[in-house]
């Protein structure tokens, strides 16, 4: 029997401070936690071993936090799990996210020998102000050494994370981001508008009558936007997701699982799963999640499947975000319904008022609609 494609992320909940404008579920940790957690984890793998036999691991992505906080001995006994727990393909794509200042040699060469071939490093801002605004833990210049050293070490797949709309910055500060990461050539970039959530220091400071002024306002965040569009497009880079672009032939192949709906499993504190049409997500307190590992794998089990109408109205929002768009053929043969009746008259005024096309079977976002992308997702909602 053929085995299906699956795709592991492994949450590791730890930084070495918090950023101020964070709502991860991460936090400093000591080194007895992270040994700790690390032996929980490893249960956690093995709980769900039987999927072994019907799946084959496509991807892995270490997220956070800072995955790179672990210590070597520690991220070498979870991805040792991982392969004697899973069957992975002999190509599959690992990530491990990093930050600068988190990095050295040996940690490297631990990752490539452990079988990573993709970095995902957070640099978010070139410009030393904003990283201290943000209360990153790093300087661009750390960042630089960092990623030099990682490509003279082997890696030729680096991502590179990128915040625009942080409070002071300027469309000037913003361009001279874009160019000092554009000089690096990473082979991905994400570049995403900082969105300040509620119990962050950065709620408390911004989002009050006085600190409201220090955000960039909607116009120049739509000017970072398309500014962001064309010198990245100008310059070799692809956008294939709203916020990511790559290098041709270096998409995300871990986050496009995401997008487009395939099985991903997620493991750790906290993590989000997809799999047999099932959305579950383990707990976010450590107690809660020490005890459901007990018997993670027949809580899965036993989780109810999302209801028909919730995978349509997903796969619709996560499709239209992607640049290749929704294949209207592919929606009826994975739900057996026809597009028209359901999103017929939707689509056809969205078109009518610019804000998506819809070509050959194909429907898309315009610039125009990904300007308000979240307005014209909304209309995808079924009754
Ligand atoms: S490094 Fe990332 S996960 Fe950690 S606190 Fe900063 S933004 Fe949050």
Not at 321 to 334: I, Q
Request: proline letters at 4%; a neutral charge; glycine letters at 6%.
């Amino acid at each position: 029997m053929q085995k299906k494609d699956l795709s592991i992320y492994i949450h590791i909940p730890f930084c070495i401070k918090k950023c101020d404008y964070c709502d991860f579920l991460s936090a400093a940790s000591s080194p007895e936690e992270r040994a700790y957690y690390t032996r929980v984890l490893q249960k956690e793998i093995r709980a769900f071993e039987p999927l072994s036999y019907i799946y084959k691991v496509k991807s892995i992505f270490f997220g956070g936090g800072t995955p790179s906080v672990l210590e070597i001995p520690h991220f070498n006994r979870i991805t040792q799990q991982l392969f004697d727990s899973f069957d992975i393909s002999d190509d599959a794509e690992i990530t491990v996210e990093c930050n600068p200042g988190t990095l050295n040699e040996e940690k490297l060469k631990a990752y490539r020998s452990a079988g990573v071939n993709r970095l995902s490093l957070g640099l978010q801002s070139a410009d030393e102000n904003e990283l201290r605004l943000l209360g990153r833990i790093h300087s661009f210049e750390e960042f630089r050494s960092n990623f030099a050293l990682a490509r003279r070490l082997g890696f030729d797949n680096i991502n590179v994370d990128l915040m625009s709309g942080i409070p002071t910055q300027t469309m000037d500060s913003w361009k001279e981001t874009l160019k000092k990461t554009v000089e690096l050539a990473p082979d991905h970039i994400s570049a995403y508008s900082l969105i300040i959530e509620e119990n962050t220091p950065f709620y408390e400071r911004y989002l009050g009558a006085k600190g409201r002024s220090a955000l960039p306002d909607e116009e120049l965040d739509r000017k970072m936007y398309h500014y962001t569009h064309s010198y990245l497009s100008e310059n070799g880079y692809e956008r294939y997701e709203i916020s990511n672009y790559s290098k041709p032939g270096r998409q995300c192949r871990h986050n496009t699982v995401y997008w487009t709906m395939k099985s991903y499993l997620g493991l750790g504190l906290g993590a989000s799963s997809y799999l047999d049409r099932k959305r579950f997500s383990n707990p976010r307190s450590f107690d809660g999640y020490r005890d459901f590992v007990k018997d993670a794998y027949r809580s899965f089990k036993t989780c109810e499947p999302q209801s028909l109408k919730e995978t349509m109205e997903e796969f619709m929002f996560l499709g239209l975000r992607m640049d290749r768009g929704v294949f209207t053929g592919e929606f009826e043969r994975t739900f057996g319904k026809s597009f028209d009746e359901l999103y017929g008259g939707v689509t056809k005024r969205l078109e009518d008022t610019g804000f998506i096309t819809r070509k050959e079977g194909v429907i898309k976002l315009t610039s125009k609609g990904i300007d308000v992308s979240n307005r014209v997702l909304a209309n995808y909602l079924l009754p």
